[in-house]
């Protein structure tokens, strides 16, 4: 992998490590399903010329992994950023939505695993465990609750997403926003008063540089970059990089937002993401076995 490749990956790792940030700042001003249909438009807008029909017999696909991927694990997850007194929990717990995948693809796709994987994903949940023993996290159980939710449809959303064919990563992104979109936006008035909050907030107020930064940055950038990335390598060879995002969003979680993780918090980080990284060295092992994984089969 080239050197500017390399580069690309550690931006993407930090644009996606300061969302955690940026949806901190927005939801303090912004009630968090207001949020996550105001991402979910400025997206749509962005990519609106992306948005065609998927092929015959990929429209349950599309619906599932749209609706999982978008308005339930972003709304969830904001919902817990607005909850939650810190970042660095959050971050870190969000990671076993790739250990979730797993047993999702076994559960779902008939795929096997090994005693290895196995062992992997059971060091991943022992670290949730202890990551849930922390002070902080005894103290707002209903955010850990709210992000190990999101992480479920985050990785329930991949799996449809890899039975997906034919719709790039633009398209998906449009059809992601528009189904998102809707839902969050019906929800959002029954629940909040999001006119009335988008109109008594000023236009040089901070909160809309955040919903900036997390539609065009995280999602658009990201996620594009991205893409044109896993096309000119294989996704194993990616995907590792992606576990400096935990890292990077506690670094920002300590030094911008006041974040203090305590010792279970970061023991029990360091199992999230050492078992994460095991689930991820094994499935490489299983891909070059097995052949090259599809394009389009991507961890975010």
Known sequence: MPLSHRAALLAICLIWAGNFLAAAVAVQALEAMTFTALRAAVVLVLLLPFLKPPARGQWLNL????WCMGALHFGLVFIALERSADISSIAILMQVYVPMSTLLAVLLLGERIGWRSTSAIALAFGGVL????????????????????????????????????????????????????????????????????????????????????????????GHGTFYWLVQRHEIQKVTPFLLLVPVLAVLLGMLAWG?????????????????????????????????????????T
């Not at 619906?63 to 749209?66: G, I, N």
């Not at 849930?132 to 985050?154: K, T």
């Not at 909160?207 to 997390?214: E, F, H, K, Q, R």
């Open 130 to 221: 202890v990551v849930g023993l922390d002070p902080l996290v005894l103290a707002q159980l209903d955010v850990l609750g709210l992000v190990l939710a999101s992480a479920f449809f985050l990785a329930l959303g991949t799996i449809f997403m890899r039975r997906l064919s034919g719709v790039n990563v633009f398209g998906f992104q449009a059809w992601n926003a528009l189904l998102s979109f809707v839902p969050l936006a019906l929800l959002a008035l029954a629940t909040e008063s999001p006119l009335t909050t988008i109109a008594r907030i000023p236009i040089s107020d901070p909160v809309w540089l955040a919903l900036g930064y997390s539609a065009i940055g995280a999602s658009i950038i």
């Open 63 to 66: 619906l599932t992994a749209c």
């Open 259 to 299: 974040d203090r993780p305590g010792p279970r918090l970061l023991i029990g980080g360091a199992l999230v993401i050492l078992g994460v990284l095991w689930v991820t060295l094994r499935s490489r092992a299983r891909q070059r076995l097995d052949g090259p994984a599809p394009a389009g089969d991507r961890a």
